[in-house]
T-cell receptor, first 111, second 114 residues
Framework: GDSVTQMEGPVTLSEEACLTINCTYTATGYPSLFWYVQYPGEGLQLLLKATKADDKGSNKGFEATYRKETTSFHLEKGSVQVSDSAVYFCALSASNYQLIWGAGTKLIIKP | EAGVAQSPRYKIIEKRQSVAFWCNPISGHATLYWYQQILGQGPKLLIQFQNNGVVDDSQLPKDRFSAERLKGVDSTLKIQPAKLEDSAVYLC????????????FGPGTRLTVL
């Protein structure tokens, strides 16, 4: 069945460091891909999405490119801030349009 | 625009007790989802409603969990009786319709079963 695998956390970085959180997927067909973020004490929020191969989603300085050849959707940011500390979830929209989620990656940014 | 509302935010009960969670989706959103999120894992879909009808409840433990959305607006999720392994965050989300639309999430209810 469809699945999402993302790198285990926590990931700890210093402020202004570069970030990459890896996400790979297994799916039939052509799913849409999403990154959601969960800040402490808050609900999940959509961070960015891509609906077809080679699409790049971007928001708040974060980017991810839908790579069909490597079945990946890695999340990147050039310079992280303390306020980016959160749990990040990669997800795909399965053939029945339901979301299949990764386990989440906790990001800790130190000043 | 008001977001998805959930209550209570926290609940502590003993095993074998019952508990109910309430969700009010964003106005006009036809699709409502209940998820269970165990610590360290991604959300797991329990049930999906389209208006007041059930689209998918294949992962809902029906011997103890029930959910309803009688008027196609707000929804209640109940657990009776609760088990220790039900300790989790219960998330409600809504979307305009099914079919890949963005899901908007409430803050969740953190349930602890002792």
């Amino acid at each position: 069945g469809d699945s999402v695998t993302q790198m285990e956390g926590p990931v700890t970085l210093s402020e202004e460091a570069c970030l990459t959180i890896n996400c790979t997927y297994t799916a039939t067909g052509y799913p849409s891909l999403f990154w959601y973020v969960q800040y402490p004490g808050e609900g999940l929020q959509l961070l960015l999405k891509a609906t077809k191969a080679d699409d790049k989603g971007s928001n708040k300085g974060f980017e991810a490119t839908y790579r069909k050849e490597t079945t990946s959707f890695h999340l990147e940011k050039g310079s992280v801030q303390v306020s980016d500390s959160a749990v990040y979830f990669c997800a795909l929209s399965a053939s029945n349009y339901q979301l299949i989620w990764g386990a989440g990656t906790k990001l800790i940014i130190k000043p | 625009e008001a977001g998805v509302a959930q209550s209570p935010r926290y609940k502590i009960i003993e095993k074998r007790q019952s508990v109910a969670f309430w969700c009010n989706p964003i106005s006009g959103h036809a699709t409502l989802y209940w998820y269970q999120q165990i610590l360290g894992q991604g959300p797991k879909l329990l049930i999906q409603f389209q208006n007041n009808g059930v689209v998918d409840d294949s992962q809902l433990p029906k011997d103890r969990f029930s959910a309803e959305r009688l008027k196609g607006v707000d929804s209640t999720l109940k657990i009776q009786p609760a088990k220790l392994e039900d300790s989790a965050v219960y998330l409600c989300a809504s979307s305009l319709r099914t079919g890949g639309n963005e899901q908007f999430f409430g803050p969740g209810t953190r349930l602890t079963v002792l």
